[in-house]
């Protein structure tokens, strides 16, 4: 069984690609909504509120006000893309429930390597947590 699988993705790559660009869609959504809330940060309880819907309910208040400063601090980020395992910033083991896609934390002669965890939530994917090298 398994080996009629590796056959059918070898033979048709694009099925698996294509739920994880269905995927990476949703992601891109969220992760812009996450980022335009940049605009809220002169007011905490706007930036909150902002936030809610992006972030996943599942963490804590204190990982969201971690999530919370890097907008606070004015973070600069890429678009979401699906990471390569060999060249990338990865997790190290996968969780059930959550998925993730690479970025760069955007500097100002530098790109420093990323990727945003994103939890299976509510018919859609919430960040759970943004990881990066420095």
Do not use: H
Not at 31 to 51: R, T
Not at 78 to 91: A, G, M, N
């Amino acid at each position: 069984m398994k080996n009629a699988f590796l056959i059918v993705m070898m033979l048709f790559p694009q099925i698996l690609l294509g739920s994880q660009t269905k995927i990476l869609l949703k992601a891109q959504e969220q992760w812009s909504g996450y980022q335009s809330c940049s605009e809220q940060v002169k007011n905490e309880l706007e930036l909150i509120n902002c936030l809610s819907p992006y972030l996943s309910s599942k963490i804590t208040r204190v990982e969201k006000g971690k999530l919370a400063s890097f907008l606070i601090m004015e973070f600069s980020f890429s678009e979401l893309r699906i990471c390569d395992d060999k060249k990338d910033l990865v997790p190290m083991r996968n969780v059930k429930d959550e998925i993730y896609f690479c970025m760069s934390v955007l500097g100002n002669k530098s790109k420093l390597p990323g990727y945003v965890i994103f939890e299976a939530e509510k018919n859609s994917y919430r960040i759970k947590a943004i990881k990066y090298n420095f």
